[in-house]
């Protein structure tokens, strides 16, 4: 009995390291200025090496960790390879969502996400809202 509860504990300690390294290693994939992980590669660096999302890089002419400047061609391939074995959170979290998955299942769950939003169909209006909110 007690080889099981000393596998278990042990198991259960593996298990706590390994979830620890992902999310250490998702935090670092982070954006440091929208705080999101990137979806999409090539992801755009300093010449340092950290790490801003291809959104955040447009307006950006020094990098937000470092200040150095910023150049057109820096990108980290590895940082690429990376984004699709970390956990990324809903694009509707800002909406309240709390569903953090791997992307290809991610997409899934963003397209039935109950906090999701939706354009107006009234094509003179560009406003996007809640689809909980238009049911009601």
Same mark, same amino acid.
């Given at each position: 009995?007690?080889n ?7 198991i259960? #300690? #593996?298990? +706590? &390291?390994?979830?620890?390294?992902? +999310?250490?290693?998702? %935090?670092?994939?982070?954006c440091? &200025?929208c705080l ?8 755009? @660096?300093?010449p340092?090496?950290?790490?801003i999302? %291809?959104?955040?890089?447009?307006? /950006? ?9 910023? @150049? !057109?061609e820096?990108?980290?391939? /590895?940082? %690429?390879?990376?984004?699709? $074995? &970390?956990?990324? $959170?809903c $694009?509707?979290? &800002?909406?309240g969502?709390? !569903?953090?998955?791997?992307?290809? #299942?991610?997409?899934?769950?963003? $397209? ?14 560009? =406003? #996007?809202? =809640?689809?909980? %909110?238009?049911?009601?």
């Amino acid at each position: 009995m007690n080889n099981f509860f000393l596998e278990y504990s042990s198991i259960k #300690e #593996e298990l +706590e &390291v390994i979830m620890n390294l992902e +999310e250490d290693l998702a %935090s670092r994939l982070e954006c440091p &200025v929208c705080l999101s992980v990137p979806r999409t590669g090539p992801i755009p @660096s300093c010449p340092v090496g950290h790490l801003i999302c %291809s959104t955040c890089r447009e307006s /950006l002419d020094t990098c937000p960790t470092c200040r150095r400047p910023l @150049s !057109v061609e820096n990108t980290n391939c /590895l940082a %690429s390879a990376l984004i699709d $074995k &970390v956990e990324h $959170k809903c $694009k509707f979290h &800002v909406h309240g969502c709390d !569903v953090r998955r791997l992307l290809g #299942e991610l997409t899934k769950h963003e $397209k039935i996400c109950p906090e999701r939003t939706i354009k107006c169909p009234n094509l003179r209006c560009r =406003k #996007e809202f =809640k689809l909980k %909110s238009y049911q009601s």
